[in-house]
């Protein structure tokens, strides 16, 4: 009986000493600068970055100085490979001149193939591939490493962009970017300060084919700075007086 209670007062000990040692191993130290986890929603969320859409996924349209290849369909002779003039036209065979620009490929096809059942053929088969998207890029120059034209294969933003061009060089003006856009037959420009949108305080604006993006240089060799000084806020677009 002796031996029960003293095997008993033995196992009830070791008990409390394992849960004793559970909570001093649990315990923070005194600077050790770790803060024990009390409760599961004490975990911060993980962050969710949205991915940026591949070129299938997006829904081109059709702009100024794109080639095309328009192919009917067991018709050799009124295939062509075509580009988009300024004014956003194409001219194909026996019906002329047709209006591409602004339209996605789904709807180029449709309407040229209405066009040519109209008169010419019956239930034709009519695909367009864009050989060339000249239209969807955006030249960045200025205090860069890479100046040159940058290809938009997706929605691309102004960080991206000047990523795309090496980054900034040792002279840029991190506040002193411009974005140079033509809006219907207006001139148009907005600053940007890159600083603030690498902190996440400012956005960074969606940039659109045809755009112009310039990296102004720091001190004496600022070229720009009339221009910025004309435009009155951060990311607001203002005409500009040609």
């Known amino acids: 009986m002796m031996h029960l209670q003293f095997a008993h007062w033995v196992g009830s000990s070791c008990a ?5 040692l559970l909570a001093a191993c649990s315990a923070t130290a005194p600077g050790d600068g770790v803060s ?17 859409p591949n070129a299938a996924e997006v829904e081109y349209r059709v702009g100024p100085a794109d080639v095309l290849e328009v192919t009917v369909f ?22 002329g001149k047709v209006v591409a620009g602004g339209k996605t490929i789904a709807e180029l096809e449709s309407e040229i193939a209405g066009k040519y059942a109209e008169r010419y ?3 034709p088969q009519v695909s367009v591939l864009v050989k060339e998207a000249n239209s969807q890029r955006v030249t960045v120059s200025g205090a860069v490493k890479n100046p040159g034209m940058v290809t938009l294969t997706g929605p691309t933003t102004l960080l991206q962009a000047v990523a795309e061009a090496g980054g900034v060089n ?5 506040r002193g970017v411009l974005v140079f856009r033509t809006v219907g037959q207006q001139r148009m420009a907005a600053k940007f300060d890159l600083t603030a ?14 755009d112009l993006v310039r990296v102004d240089e720091s001190g004496f060799r600022s070229r720009l700075r009339g221009v910025r000084q004309n435009i009155p806020v951060f990311g607001l677009f203002t005409a500009m007086l040609l």
């Open 36 to 52: 024990a986890v009390k409760r599961t929603n004490d975990l911060p969320a993980p962050v969710v970055v949205a991915a940026i």
């Open 74 to 95: 067991q018709v050799e002779d009124l295939s062509r490979t075509v580009q988009v003039s300024a004014s956003g036209e194409i001219a194909l065979p026996l019906i």
């Open 197 to 210: 949108i690498g902190a996440g305080t400012a956005k960074d604006p969606t940039l659109h084919g045809g």
């Open 170 to 174: 040792d002279f840029a003006d991190k």
């Open 16 to 20: 409390l000493l394992a849960i004793w």
């Open 121 to 123: 053929l019956q239930s």
